[in-house]
C-alpha cells in the first residue's frame, strides 16, 4: 500500500508539474518584454514612441482578457487536458510570430495572440491542478503555479541578460517555444480531470483516473462528492445576479483587491524596470542583471507568502505590504527629484528600492488577492463574481502598463514613483477600512463581516 501511494503521489506531482508549465509560460511572456524592449525599439522605430512602446508591452494584456473571459466555456466544452494542449500550441504560435515579427503593427498582434495564452493559463493551470489533486496536497499543488508563474519571470530575466551581448530580442521572444513544447507533449500523456469527466457522463474513465490518483478505496467516494458538486455548481446564479444588492459589499472588496493589486504599479517594475534603470545612466546589461536579482527576490519572498498567509493572516499581510510598496516608493521618488535622474549612486539605491518594493508586493497582494477573491464570494455567484475581478485585474494591468512610459516621459521617474506610492497609501485605507479578515472563518462569516464593515465604511 505505501509503495502504491508513493507512485500515486508522484503521478499526481508529475501531472501538476507539467500543467504548472503553463504557469512557467505566463510569467516568461510577460517578463520578457522588460529586456526585449531596450532592442526591439531601435530596431523597429519606435525609440521616441513612448505609446507605441507602452502598446507592444501591454498588447499582451489585449489577449489574457480575451483568453480569461472565454477560457471557462472552453474548459467546459473541450475538457482542461485538451484546453490546456490549446494553450500550448497558442503559446508555441505567438513565440514564433513574436521572433519573426517583421515590424511593430506584426509583433503586437503576436504579443495578443502571445496574450490569449497567458489568459487561457491564468485560469486553466489552477483548474487542472485543483481537480487531478487529492485533497490533501491540493493547496500545496496549486500554490505551485504562482510559483511558476514568478520563476518563469526569473527565467526571462535570465535569458534577457545572456542575450542582451547581442541585442537579440527576438531570440528573446523565440526561446519560449520550448517549454510551450514540453507543456505541449507533456499534456499529451496525462488524463483529463475526473471532475470533467464525471461531469460528462464518463464515469467508467473518471474511475481509472481516479485510480492512479486517489486509491481504490477512495474511488467511489469521490465520484459522489464530484456529483454533487456538479448539483451544487447548477445550482449557482448567472452574471444577472451581480447586479443585486445582496452582493454588491462582496464585489466592492473583490474588485477594489484585484484593480489595486494593479494600481500600485507592480507591472510598470515587471515590464519596465530595465527602461527606468538605463535612464539613470545603466548600460544595458546591467540594468538587465539587475531585473534579475530583483526576480530572484520576487521567487523567495513568494516562499514567505506561501508559508505565513495561513498564520499571520491575510488582512495583516495585505497592510504590511501596503506599508512597504509606499515606503520604498516614496523613498525613489523623493530621493530622485532632490539628487537628479542619473549617477552610480542613485542607480544602486534605485535597485534597492526596486528590491523593497518587489519583495513587499510578492509577499503580500501579490498571492493573496488570489487567495481571497474565491474566500469572499459566496458560492451561489462565485464563477461570474470571480471572472468580474479577474477581468478587471486585466484591465488595469493594460491601462498602467500602456500608460506608464508617457507617464515617465512626461512627468519623470521621480513624480511617477511618487504617483504610484499615493496609490499604496490608497491601497493601505482600502483594506483597513473595508477588507475582512478572511482566516479561519466560515464563508457565512465573512459574507456577514462584509455587510457590517461596508455599511460602516458607508
Same mark, same amino acid.
Given at each position: ?272 524596470? +530595465?527602461?527606468? &534603470?538605463?535612464? #539613470? !545612466?545603466? *548600460?544595458? %546589461?546591467?540594468?538587465?542583471? $539587475?531585473?534579475? =536579482? ?110 506608464? +512610459?508617457?507617464? &515617465?516621459?512626461? #512627468? !519623470?521617474? *521621480?513624480? %511617477?514613483?511618487?504617483?504610484? $506610492?499615493?496609490? =499604496? ?34
Amino acid at each position: 500500500m505505501s509503495e502504491g501511494s508513493s507512485a500515486r503521489r508522484r503521478f499526481v506531482y508529475v501531472a501538476s508539474g507539467i500543467s504548472a508549465l503553463g504557469g512557467l509560460l505566463f510569467g516568461y511572456d510577460t517578463g520578457v518584454i522588460s529586456g526585449a524592449l531596450l532592442f526591439l525599439k531601435k530596431d523597429l522605430g519606435i525609440q521616441h514612441d513612448a505609446f507605441m512602446q507602452g502598446l507592444v508591452t501591454s498588447a499582451i494584456l489585449i489577449g489574457a482578457m480575451i483568453g480569461a473571459l472565454v477560457c471557462g466555456s472552453l474548459a467546459d466544452r473541450l475538457g482542461r487536458r485538451r484546453l490546456t494542449l490549446l494553450a500550448g500550441v497558442v503559446f508555441g504560435i505567438g513565440a514564433i510570430g513574436a521572433a519573426a515579427s517583421p515590424d511593430v503593427a506584426v509583433l503586437v498582434l503576436f504579443r495578443i495572440v502571445l496574450g490569449i495564452g497567458v489568459g487561457l493559463a491564468s485560469v486553466i493551470v489552477p483548474m487542472y491542478i485543483a481537480e487531478i489533486s487529492p485533497a490533501e496536497v491540493r493547496g500545496r499543488l496549486t500554490s505551485l503555479n504562482q510559483l511558476m508563474i514568478t520563476l518563469g519571470i526569473l527565467v526571462a530575466y535570465i535569458v534577457d541578460y545572456l542575450l542582451a551581448p547581442y541585442a537579440a530580442w527576438r531570440w528573446m521572444f523565440g526561446l519560449a517555444v520550448i517549454p510551450a513544447a514540453a507543456l505541449f507533449v507533456g499534456m499529451y500523456f496525462m488524463p483529463e480531470t475526473p471532475r470533467w469527466l464525471v461531469g460528462h457522463g464518463r464515469l467508467d474513465v473518471a474511475r481509472q483516473v481516479l485510480g492512479r490518483t486517489r486509491g481504490e478505496e477512495r474511488i467511489e467516494e469521490e465520484i459522489e462528492g464530484i456529483q454533487e458538486a456538479e448539483r451544487r455548481a447548477r445550482e449557482q446564479a448567472g452574471w444577472g445576479e451581480l447586479v443585486k444588492a445582496w452582493i454588491r459589499p462582496a464585489l466592492i472588496v473583490g474588485l477594489g483587491l484585484a484593480i489595486l493589486q494593479q494600481f500600485v504599479g507592480i507591472n510598470t517594475i515587471i515590464y519596465y524596470a +530595465p527602461t527606468t &534603470l538605463t535612464k #539613470l !545612466g545603466l *548600460g544595458d %546589461s546591467a540594468s538587465i542583471l $539587475a531585473q534579475v =536579482g530583483i526576480g530572484v527576490v520576487n521567487v523567495l519572498f513568494t516562499f514567505v507568502a506561501i508559508r505565513t498567509l495561513d498564520t499571520i493572516g491575510r488582512k495583516r499581510l495585505l497592510l504590511a505590504g501596503s506599508v512597504g510598496m509606499t515606503a520604498s516608493l516614496a523613498v525613489l521618488g523623493f530621493l530622485t527629484l532632490a539628487v537628479g535622474i542619473k549617477g552610480g549612486a542613485i542607480g544602486i539605491i534605485t535597485i534597492i528600492c526596486l528590491a523593497v518594493y518587489i519583495a513587499s508586493f510578492a509577499a503580500t497582494w501579490g498571492p493573496t488577492v488570489w487567495v481571497m477573491l474565491p474566500e469572499i464570494y459566496p458560492l451561489r455567484v462565485r464563477g461570474p463574481a470571480e471572472g468580474l475581478a479577474t477581468w478587471g485585474n486585466w484591465a488595469s494591468n493594460f491601462l498602467v502598463s500602456l500608460t506608464f +512610459p508617457s507617464m &515617465l516621459a512626461g #512627468l !519623470g521617474q *521621480g513624480f %511617477s514613483m511618487l504617483l504610484f $506610492a499615493g496609490m =499604496g497609501v490608497v491601497s493601505f485605507l482600502f483594506v483597513l477600512a473595508l477588507v475582512p479578515e478572511t482566516r479561519g472563518k466560515t464563508l457565512e462569516e465573512i459574507e456577514e463581516e462584509l455587510n457590517v464593515e461596508v455599511d460602516k465604511a458607508g
